[in-house]
């Protein structure tokens, strides 16, 4: 859906148990845009998937976990080593 | 605890850093909080990045300014806290945020809000699909990290941004599918009367056409009096349906940008109890603020487009004028030196705000709340539908808070960030009462979602 304009300095991460390759200072919204992924949870009224809206923090709509913490992906910064899990997760 | 700042500053785009650079200059104790990792706002974000990677020209020259405003703002000596989101704020002032995990409370006597706008909610059937985002969230992308769009991709709405977006988006190879501009017809006309006051803006204008004249050059089609927009798809986004010169038509779409407008954000003004006002013109409320920023509450002030939506040049006048406010209220300079500091400033705002009657008219917003079918969700958290408010007011509830009683429209994780203003114009279209008088969400501290163990360690202070 979207790809980088700028050399790729890599970071990887782990998303839902799979290794990847995130773009140093790039958000985890931003990564898994890249990666034809719009969709990171479900709503919790109706269970439909769900993505990110505004990328400012200000809709919420891009909540995940991160090392263990409900987080915003697109207020996220990519770190090595960072595991996310969206609710997508089987 | 670290004695009281001088002044606290909320946001560090253009508005912030003017005000920060100022205090500084008058010998202020300043500090800065910002939610985002680098100075700049959402006008200059990651501008640094992006002028080191060498890909800031495509974005624009207003993008580029931002560089050197940002390397003068961390050279003066303002302390500054990055990624630093401000959840609590107490009478005082005694400001709570979490950063990186941890908590901090910190002490200012005073404090200018410099937070921003926020794109007006467009809500169009269907826009809760993975793959509609609003403009702003793809010149986010294009800034940091530099990502641009591979599948087709359509605009809609209207406002500068949405010509802004185009070029930017031409610029990165990212030719728009479409760009459906949902004005109603004539309304260019409507507003020629005030392109005389607006040509003290003479630059900006010019700007504005070269950057149709480039799409145009690029044959990007262009389609005036669009209505109807809805975002179709099974799970995520498939296509875009609209209505054009009285026909429907459907465009194949991988993301449906939207587009009707920017809005200050009150959320942090409204949980400090400042007082509000509706802004016909820019169908928005707007924390009353006079020509220094202060609002209702002393020692409160607020700049840039989180007290109304004037531009970036204007911006940073008004960051400038609510730090010599700053100073004065501290008493480290007289009434007439900040008369005699701020006359350049003042003039210089009333000038850089010129053209704004100009552009609220042509680019007024195209939502018409009356005309939203019921079953579009209006509380993207809770799902509650346009419907649903217009029974909840048909039973009576004819205030923001009766509606997110009855249907608990407000009630999610973004705290009515994203409908307060839907709901409160749907409230007054289908009640039939002016939007002042049925006022704006009453937001409440914590400003965002906060763990207990955040909460508990609330209170605890020492440097971040």
Same mark, same amino acid.
């Given at each position: 859906m979207f790809r980088l304009l700028p050399q790729p300095e890599p970071v990887p991460v782990t998303i839902d148990g799979r290794s990847h390759l995130a773009q140093r200072g790039e958000t985890v919204a931003s990564l898994l845009l890249r990666l034809d992924q719009p969709s990171m949870r479900r709503s919790a009224v109706s269970g439909a998937l769900r993505g990110p809206y505004c990328m400012m923090g200000v809709c919420y709509e891009c909540l995940v976990e991160i090392d263990g913490r409900p987080a915003q992906a697109c207020m996220s910064r990519v770190a090595e080593g960072m595991n996310i899990r969206t609710g997508l997760a089987p | 605890m670290r004695r009281a700042y001088d002044l606290a500053i909320v946001g560090a785009g253009p508005a912030g850093m003017a005000a920060a650079m100022e205090a500084r200059r008058l010998g202020l104790d300043v500090l800065v909080v910002d939610?985002?990792?680098?100075?700049?706002g959402q006008i200059w974000r990651g501008v640094e990045e992006a002028v080191r990677e060498r890909r800031a020209a495509g974005l624009g020259s207003d993008y580029l300014a931002g560089a050197e405003p940002v390397e003068t703002f961390r050279a003066a000596g303002a302390d500054y806290w990055p990624e630093a989101i401000v959840w609590h704020v107490e009478d005082g002032f005694r400001v709570t945020v979490s950063r990186r995990g941890a908590v901090h409370t910190f002490a200012a006597h005073r404090l200018i809000l410099a937070t921003g706008a926020m794109e007006r909610p467009m809500p169009v059937p269907g826009w809760t699909l993975p793959g509609v985002m609003s403009v702003g969230a793809l010149q986010i992308l294009l800034k940091t990290p530099g990502a641009a769009p591979t599948g087709p991709v359509v605009l809609a709405g209207t406002g500068p941004l949405v010509l802004a977006l185009a070029n930017q988006l031409l610029a990165a190879g990212a030719r728009p599918a479409a760009i459906l501009d949902t004005r109603p017809p004539g309304r260019a006309l409507r507003a020629l009367p005030l392109l005389p006051a607006a040509l003290a803006s003479a630059g900006l204008v010019a700007r504005g056409l070269a950057m149709i004249a480039r799409l145009r050059l690029a044959r990007i089609p262009m389609l005036n009096g669009v209505s109807a927009v809805e975002a179709v798809g099974?799970?995520?986004?498939?296509g875009v349906a609209f209505t054009h010169r009285g026909q429907r038509k459907t465009l194949q779409a991988a993301i449906l940008a939207l587009h009707d407008g920017i809005v200050p954000n009150i959320h942090l003004s409204a949980a400090l109890g400042c007082a509000h006002d509706w802004d016909e013109d820019q169908a928005c409320f707007h924390p009353r603020v006079d020509a220094y920023g202060d609002?209702? !509450?002393?020692g409160v002030a607020i700049v840039g487009d989180a007290a109304s939506i004037q531009g970036v040049a204007a911006a940073r006048h008004s960051g400038c004028l609510a730090a010599v406010q700053a100073a004065c209220a501290l008493g480290r300079i007289s009434e007439q030196e900040r008369d005699r500091h701020c006359a350049g400033a003042l003039r210089a705002l009333r000038r850089a705000r010129a053209i704004r009657p100009l552009l609220d008219r042509i680019?007024?917003?195209?939502?018409?709340h009356e005309a939203i079918?019921?079953?579009?969700? !209006?509380c993207r958290c809770e799902e509650v539908t346009a419907g649903d408010i217009r029974a909840a007011v048909r039973l009576g509830a004819h205030g923001p808070r009766q509606v997110k009683s009855y249907t608990r429209a407000g009630m999610g994780p973004c705290q009515g960030r994203m409908c307060g203003l839907t709901v409160s114009r749907l409230i007054a279209a289908e009640a039939g009462i002016p939007p002042e008088e049925v006022g704006y969400p009453r937001a409440r501290f914590p400003l965002k979602p906060v763990t207990v163990a955040e909460l508990a360690a609330a209170g605890d202070t020492g440097p971040a």
């Open positions: - | 939610e985002q990792v680098a100075p700049g099974d799970t995520q986004l498939e609002t209702s !509450l002393a680019y007024a917003p195209t939502v018409r079918p019921d079953h579009v969700i !209006l």
